[in-house]
């Protein structure tokens, strides 16, 4: 069973940075596909970013150019850097592991000044 712990998320100003991370166990990490999500207060949940075994990345329109996804197969650690932070940005950030079914419990990003 694949389990997955978020951490990295706080209070940033606006342009300021935040570096998340997530960390799996209980499966051989370098097979997944990964992705983040993001859920606002009263929105839907949406998908930020993905990452696959090869590394292949892609983005939501709305933070491409500004975060940065990426994975560490030795830590068992996928990591979002995001950079130039907007107030749109603030919502509880979840990680996915594609096709198991398994969600990290969520980390809060507030964009405030």
């Known amino acids: 069973q694949v389990q997955l712990v978020e951490s990295g998320g706080g209070l940033v100003q606006p342009g300021g940075s935040l570096r998340l991370s997530c960390t799996a166990s209980?499966?051989?990490?370098?097979?997944?596909?990964m992705a983040w999500y993001r859920q606002a207060p009263g929105k839907q949940r949406e998908q930020v970013a993905t990452i696959n075994t090869s590394s292949t990345t892609n983005y939501a329109t709305s933070v491409k150019g500004r975060f940065t996804i990426s994975r560490d197969n030795a830590k068992n650690t996928m990591y979002l850097q995001m950079n130039n932070l907007k107030p749109e940005d603030t919502a509880v950030y979840y990680c996915n592991a594609r096709y198991t079914g398994a969600w990290g419990q969520g980390t809060q990003v507030t964009v405030s000044s």
């Open positions: 209980g499966t051989r990490f370098s097979f997944l596909t």
